[in-house]
């Protein structure tokens, strides 16, 4: 073979190949491997957003263990192990990774330039240096937000309506996340004060985070109601948070839709409509779309669940008004 009919022949094979390290589409033949790396969970405890993900995966037509491959890896509380799942999956060869939470998220960019990176239940990436513009963000970061700009008014809003007289609320939070205490105070307070309601800033920290002194701050503050921030800490442990609350008969409110968690309410963006949004940006980045081709979007689809169990058990009679808003009644 001549050298004009070689590169000729070699040139295509070598753009074929380029194209998939970019993309992040795997090489033909190849079963595609996806990672998986939340900010908070255990390999042990139910995980519904994994599932809620595996069930939009599915309606695509990716199986798990069938034509895909989903590698989940979880920092069991420990949030100072997410670097090292990350550069894990990145050795793994995963051709995509799912990213829940800014800590995961962050983990994953700095394991890898080059491995696409999808990523959920993100409050602001551009603001948190995730990527440059949301519209278009470039790299190998794309995925979607919970960005409101009233950020927490309508929760608070919702717990003003469902506790009359409402007054004073703490922000229960992971001190964990990087973001100095005073910070996390200031946005505490102007959230609060948004809604016309005091505020007191309750932070604990994994894996094993002293919620017994969280409540008793909350009992000598005489708060009226418990907001818990959809953070590692509190997601991983929000059955125990909800249990202290039913004890000490203090109405919470979970910003996510975490309504197996026992607590009075939860608020948030649908857990459904994340796994469906996830797969379909998974399934375009494995057909070949660039990941910063994608521009990053927001999540408008949000949830109100009420469990009536846990307010018969406080003494709290919801308004039937908020009870006929709800998406979903926990009797």
Known sequence: MDLVRFVLAVVPTLGVVLGAAVSGAPQSGQMPRIGYLPSAGTSASVQPTLEAVRQGLAELGYVDGRNVIIEARWAEGRVERLPELAAELVGLNVDIIVTLGGVATRAAKNATSTVPIVFAVVIDPVAGGLVPDRQRPGGNLTGFTSFDPQEMRPHLEILKEAIPGLARVAFLGDAGVPGSTEASRAWDERQAQAAGLHSQTLRVRGPSPDLEGAFEAARRAQAQAILVLEMPATIEHRRRIAELAIRDRLPTLFVGSYGDSGGL???????????????????????????????????????????????????????????????????
């Open 265 to 331: 309410i939860a608020y948030g963006t649908s857990r459904g409509e994340t796994g469906r949004q996830l797969a379909a940006y998974v399934d375009k980045i494995l057909k070949g779309t660039k990941p910063g081709a994608l521009p990053v979007e927001r999540l408008t689809r949000y949830e109100l669940i009420l469990n009536l169990e846990t307010a018969r058990s406080i003494g709290l009679a919801i308004p039937s008004a908020l009870v006929k808003r709800a998406d979903r009644v926990i009797q």
